[in-house]
């Protein structure tokens, strides 16, 4: 069996959150990826080079086709035709049962470029980040060029989509730090193991309204003090940054 035209036609249009949300499925592209996300998401779809079919008989999907790399060439978002696509289906996400009581998670306000928050989907997971919460006018974390850049920790991280301004007045109590240039040095003031760390758009940083709910200001600081640099950083560098300044305190 082949990859037909309305199966490539279907692939295709996962490339839109209209249909992603109409179909509830995303696109995942290479046997890394697809293979980590069968771990976690229930599989539509396969469509992969007999080879890899062969050598991997334990793959399960509702529908498997064996296809050539002319027929995954066409159904691709990637420039290269990758040895495996996968269909999955989005796994449901209930903020409500999450304490977020003893963790640290990330607040994300308006970002809007794929592979930014693919990267820090993929920062949050290496720095043992479980959750993250976004604002609903982020990216959407399906969008196939966000899946590819999270490099399989879309299948481990949790996102949920919320309005975040809410979330954190509900959660004042806790420790909610954000980056600004008059805060305080992150190097030298003292960082706790659980609360919220909100980064902002890459335009705007962060809205005048979230500020205000944020109790604790993050300064990162430019080296040497007082060089003539970039005026800011790109936010998955910072949320790199301002992540392994909080796991190394609390490995200290």
Request: with cysteine; hydrophobic share 35%.
């Amino acid at each position: 069996m082949s990859l037909s035209k309305n199966k490539i036609k279907y692939i295709r249009s996962l490339n839109e959150k209209k249909f992603r949300n109409e179909h509830n499925t995303f696109v995942a592209e290479g046997t890394k990826l697809v293979f980590d996300l069968l771990r976690t998401c229930r599989c539509q779809l396969i469509a992969a080079l007999p080879s890899i079919l062969s050598s991997h008989p334990e793959l399960k999907a509702e529908e498997i086709i064996a296809a050539d790399e002319n027929e995954l060439k066409k159904a691709t978002f990637l420039k290269t035709a990758p040895q495996i696509i996968g269909v999955f289906y989005r796994p449901s996400q209930e903020i409500e049962k999450i304490d977020f009581s003893n963790q640290l998670c990330l607040v994300l306000e308006g970002i809007q470029d794929p592979g930014n928050m693919g990267t820090i989907i993929r920062i949050a997971d290496w720095f043992g980040i479980e959750h993250i919460i976004s604002s609903y006018d982020s990216v959407d974390i399906f969008n196939p060029k966000t899946v590819q850049a999270t490099m399989g920790a879309i299948a481990r991280i949790k996102v949920f989509y919320t309005d975040i301004k809410d979330l954190l007045r509900q959660q004042s109590h806790s420790p909610i730090y954000g980056t600004f240039l008059e805060g305080e040095d992150i190097y030298s003031t003292s960082l706790s193991n659980n609360g919220f760390i909100v980064m902002g758009s890459e335009g705007r940083g962060i809205s005048r309204e979230t500020e205000k709910l944020i109790n604790k200001k993050l300064f990162i600081p430019n080296f040497p003090e007082g060089r003539a640099t970039s005026e800011s950083l790109n936010v998955a560098t910072a949320t790199a940054i301002t992540c392994a300044e909080f796991r190394r305190r609390s490995r200290s």
